[in-house]
């Protein structure tokens, strides 16, 4: 067999094919504490008596309210100093939070551990920059939804390792094996990426006298294109969407299971990886279905089939029926994510990728953190299951905003050369 090929590919994909491994280790990673955060927190204590409701609202979301304040500013400055350093800060810094978050003896410690990883992360975000930033923007679709198979294929397999890791080592071993991933990750960027970066010096950063002034100049610009403001809405409803069951899955999984059942760790954990595993298959597919129908088409649609499998999880009995339903909520994620990144290319200039996509990660980190306390909320006031009805309602909310107000796909910019 002729493997000539191999060496005439276009070097966009060498980077992509690197940063998908990358991106595959470090979701693998942060994913392995998923599934017993909660137990973890109830676990640990509190020198406060904070709740472990309250606890889990706060982990998740302080950790995701400081990533909004910080990727906006870490995303202009990778389009000046280089997108490959800004996803190795990302990498390396996860990695030493992490080892030091499996040796916190109070929830307190590990909360402001969390907030200051929100300070110093955004993996996916940095990842998503330097690909966009390399990738032809008729190809953006395929190029991200790959990001995406390697991200959902890493949360799926996460909660599986994490479950059994607690189940049998304790809560501290998979922190460190969360660290570990990132640190190999950041490893395969330094040495697999070659980013020729040079800084464009835009028109509209010509009257900004100070850094400040510069960061808010190119924001400016970027949030004028059209269309990246409704983007942005979409971004912000699907991420409170699918983040509002995240504090109260483990405890939903918990309740369903027989009273003298064991290993509900590992059962919380197959729960996440269904829908993430389903979503593995599914982004590279809906990716380059809407390189070809349109990105806006696919988010309606999988908005829509969203409504569909979320509405029966308000009546589940068991979790098998849980794992089904979520399996198939998982195969629409992958549209929701991979749509409005792939929209977010197509509607800005290039040389903006770390702006945009530095807004971007602003816009979901503030998702995460408002969803899980309004997730908490509705499970303190109408029980868990009414965490999965209000997910559904802001799914039609999604659907309908996509409809209304997104530019059509003749609008998108896909005249960039291969």
């Known amino acids: 067999m002729r493997l000539s090929w191999l060496w005439t590919r276009p070097r966009w994909q060498y980077l992509l094919a690197v940063i998908f491994l990358a991106q595959l280790l470090t979701a693998i990673g942060f994913s392995?504490?998923?599934?017993?955060?909660?137990?973890?927190?109830?676990?640990?204590?509190?020198?406060?008596?904070?709740?472990?409701?309250?606890?889990?609202?706060?982990?998740?979301?302080?950790?995701?309210?400081?990533?909004?304040?910080?990727?906006?500013?870490?995303?202009?400055?990778?389009?000046?100093?280089?997108?490959?350093?800004?996803?190795?800060?990302?990498?390396?810094?996860?990695?030493?939070?992490?080892?030091?978050?499996?040796?916190?003896?109070?929830?307190?410690?590990?909360?402001?551990?969390?907030?200051?990883?929100?300070?110093?992360?955004?993996?996916?975000?940095?990842?998503?920059?330097?690909?966009?930033?390399?990738?032809?923007?008729?190809?953006?679709?395929?190029?991200?939804?790959?990001?995406?198979v390697g991200l959902w294929a890493g949360i799926a397999i996460g909660p599986l390792m994490g479950g059994a890791l607690a189940d049998s080592f304790g809560f501290s071993v998979p922190f460190m094996i969360t660290a570990v991933m990132l640190f190999v990750g950041g490893l395969l960027i330094?040495?697999?990426?070659?980013?020729?970066?040079?800084?464009?010096?835009?028109?509209?950063?010509?009257?900004?006298?100070?850094?400040?002034?510069?960061?808010?100049?190119?924001?400016r610009h970027v949030l004028a294109a059209e269309g990246v403001v409704f983007v942005l809405m979409l971004r912000f409803l699907v991420g409170v969407a699918r983040n509002m069951i995240l504090p109260i899955a483990p405890l939903f999984v918990v309740a369903l299971l027989p009273p003298d059942a064991s290993g509900e760790n590992s059962a919380a954990g197959l729960v996440i990886a269904a829908s993430s595993a389903t979503a593995t298959f599914s982004g590279v597919y809906l990716g380059r279905l809407g390189d070809r129908v349109g990105h806006r088409l696919i988010l309606i649609a999988c908005s829509a089939a969203s409504v569909l499998f979320y509405i029966p999880q308000v009546f589940v009995s068991d979790v098998t029926q849980l794992l089904l339903l979520q399996g198939l909520s998982g195969f629409a994620a992958g549209g929701l994510i991979a749509a409005p990144a792939a929209l977010?290319?197509?509607?800005?200039?290039?040389?903006?990728?770390?702006?945009?996509?530095?807004?971007?990660?602003?816009?979901?980190?503030?998702?995460?953190?408002?969803?899980?306390?309004?997730?908490?909320?509705?499970?303190?006031?109408?029980?868990?299951?009414?965490?999965?009805?209000?997910?559904?309602?802001?799914?039609?909310?999604?659907?309908?905003?996509?409809?209304?107000?997104?530019?059509?796909?003749?609008?998108?910019?896909?005249?960039?050369?291969?």
Request: hydrophobic share 50%; no cysteine.
């Open 190 to 219: 330094y040495f697999g990426v070659q980013e020729d970066f040079e800084p464009e010096k835009a028109k509209h950063d010509k009257e900004s006298t100070g850094i400040v002034s510069m960061f808010v100049s190119q924001w």
């Open 32 to 148: 392995t504490v998923f599934p017993f955060l909660p137990l973890y927190i109830e676990e640990l204590g509190s020198t406060t008596g904070m709740s472990v409701e309250v606890g889990a609202g706060l982990v998740i979301s302080l950790q995701a309210l400081t990533m909004a304040i910080a990727a906006p500013i870490w995303g202009a400055i990778a389009d000046r100093y280089g997108r490959k350093l800004m996803s190795m800060r990302a990498q390396f810094g996860g990695a030493i939070l992490l080892v030091l978050m499996g040796l916190v003896t109070s929830t307190e410690q590990l909360i402001l551990l969390r907030a200051i990883q929100g300070l110093v992360t955004g993996t996916v975000a940095a990842n998503n920059a330097l690909v966009a930033s390399a990738v032809p923007r008729n190809r953006v679709g395929l190029a991200m939804g790959t990001l995406q």
């Open 344 to 418: 977010l290319a197509n509607y800005t200039d290039q040389g903006e990728e770390g702006a945009v996509f530095g807004i971007d990660n602003a816009i979901v980190a503030g998702a995460r953190s408002v969803a899980p306390l309004v997730g908490s909320a509705i499970a303190l006031g109408f029980g868990l299951r009414g965490t999965f009805g209000a997910t559904a309602f802001v799914f039609v909310l999604v659907m309908a905003a996509a409809m209304l107000l997104l530019p059509d796909d003749a609008k998108q910019k896909r005249n960039v050369p291969v």
